[in-house]
């Protein structure tokens, strides 16, 4: 395996800070975590300034915990996952909000998003099919 050059792990510092600053601005960082025993919840601070819980009995890893092992959460450095030492379980912020909401919902809501998504190559297909005559007509039920 060949070593990366100094300006090769530079490209890739300032590639992971941008991202890291994207999601920041989108709301995909926590800025705080703790566990409320009395709801039996983990609460969020999201970076965008919403607030998001979740109850730990809906994460198996987590459900046969004691209220202190909870309490020991820690957010990883940039925002992006909580930890628990104790418990060795790690658990994405992008990935407790998606689990949040319906499977079908999920998947609209992707598509709506994948179907915004502007790409030079994306752009090309579409004058290609345009060429074409475009979408074909349905056809008439008999």
């Known amino acids: 395996m060949a070593k990366a050059t100094k300006a090769e792990i530079l490209r890739q510092v300032v590639s992971a800070r941008a991202l890291e600053a994207r999601e920041r601005r989108a709301g995909r960082r926590a800025v705080t975590a703790a566990y409320e025993p009395r709801t039996g919840r983990v609460m969020l601070e999201l970076s965008s300034g919403f607030l998001f819980g979740f109850p730990t009995a809906a994460i198996p890893a987590l459900a046969r915990a004691s209220a202190q092992e909870?309490?020991?959460v820690q957010l990883s450095?940039?925002?992006?996952?909580?930890?628990?030492?104790?418990?060795?379980?790690?658990?994405?912020?992008?990935?407790?909000?998606?689990?949040?909401?319906?499977?079908?919902a999920r998947l609209r809501?992707?598509?709506?998003?994948?179907?915004?998504?502007?790409?030079?190559?994306?752009?090309?297909?579409?004058?290609?099919?345009?060429?074409?005559?475009?979408?074909?007509?349905?056809?008439e039920r008999a």
């Open 109 to 139: 809501e992707l598509a709506r998003l994948a179907g915004g998504t502007r790409s030079t190559a994306k752009a090309a297909a579409a004058r290609a099919n345009g060429a074409k005559g475009g979408r074909p007509r349905k056809r």
């Open 70 to 72: 909870l309490a020991e």
């Open 77 to 104: 450095p940039g925002g992006g996952a909580l930890h628990w030492e104790g418990l060795d379980v790690d658990l994405s912020i992008p990935g407790l909000l998606l689990a949040s909401v319906e499977r079908p």
